[in-house]
């Protein structure tokens, strides 16, 4: 089967979704929004009226759902995502209502990380950081790459600084 960078190295130009693996993680990801609401409940029966029978129910609602919010987030923001890598470069899209693309010129890529947290290695993920010249916004982090195409993109930017070295 080949990978999305193959597949990106033999038609530049199409845009790749992240694998369905790491909806998963962002939408574990999402349950820290639980926190906010649960916190705000919390304090409202603390320093509330509430009755001494109300505030598990409050709580609990809290936190249900915040969870519940954080998770359709975290399902939104993964589906939302996707790479490209052409000739010129790396480009990354992410959002819909606040759209956002980032293009990275292969003439600016300065060096190129892979990270795992242990997450991510439970689910075959990894995490792309592409440093950049300058010094604002001096790197695209892309969380939940599958980790073959996350080293095969490493090294195809990689290489092609090289290329670009030689001449």
């Excluded at 693309?101 to 075959?124: A, I, K, M, N, Y």
């Amino acid at each position: 089967m080949d990978s999305n960078v193959e597949a990106a190295m033999t038609a530049p130009g199409e845009w790749h979704p992240l694998p369905d693996r790491a909806r998963t993680l962002y939408v574990i990801g999402g349950l820290w929004w639980a926190l906010p609401p649960l916190a705000l409940a919390f304090a409202g029966v603390t320093f509330g009226d509430a009755a001494p029978g109300a505030t598990g129910a409050w709580l609990a609602g809290a936190a249900i759902v915040g969870a519940l919010f954080g998770c359709w987030r975290g399902w939104r923001v993964w589906k939302r995502t996707g790479w490209m890598l052409d000739e010129a470069g790396f480009s990354l899209r992410r959002g819909q209502w606040w759209y956002r693309e980032t293009r990275v010129p292969q003439s600016r890529v300065q060096h190129l990380d892979v990270r795992r947290g242990p997450l991510q290695r439970r689910f075959g993920l990894s995490t792309l950081v592409i440093h950049t010249a300058g010094t604002r916004h001096n790197a695209v982090s892309v969380d939940g790459l599958d980790a073959d195409d996350a080293q095969r993109l490493r090294d195809a930017l990689a290489r092609q600084d090289d290329d670009d070295d030689a001449d």
